[in-house]
């Protein structure tokens, strides 16, 4: 099993940063792909980010590319996400998985494990 628990959310005005973390513990972390997904009040959970084992690959959404940076640090079991230029369309609750695999999907499907979320708020 796989424990994760994500931290650093809050409120941030628009054009601010905010840096989650995602600390696991449980399944060897080094050898799991780790996704970040949020979820917006009345819509689906969605794809933000994803990193893979070793942290030589990362893949993001659109909406996110360029203002959003994923990375991992292996000895600390630690998962983070770098928001910046953050906009109010940005507010979500944030939630890490982990995946069974190397695989770094793109859907919720691809991973068994989640953490308990952390909101962010953007304000406008």
């Known amino acids: 099993q796989v424990q994760l628990v994500e931290s650093g959310g809050g409120l941030a005005q628009a054009g601010g940063s905010l840096r989650l973390s995602c600390a696991a513990s449980?399944?060897?972390?080094?050898?799991?792909?780790i996704g970040w997904f949020r979820q917006a009040p009345g819509k689906e959970r969605a794809f933000v980010a994803a990193i893979s084992r070793s942290g030589g690959s990362t893949y993001y959404a659109d909406s996110v590319k360029g203002r959003f940076t994923i990375s991992r640090d292996n000895p600390k079991n630690t998962v983070y996400l770098q928001m910046n230029s953050l906009k109010p369309e940005d507010t979500a609750v944030y939630y890490c998985?982990?995946?069974?695999?190397?695989?770094?999907?793109?859907?919720?499907?691809?991973?068994?494990?989640w953490g308990q979320g952390t909101q962010v708020t953007v304000s406008s």
């Open positions: 998985a982990a995946a069974p695999s190397p695989i770094m999907a793109v859907t919720t499907r691809g991973y068994d494990y």
């Open positions: 449980g399944r060897a972390f080094s050898s799991t792909a």
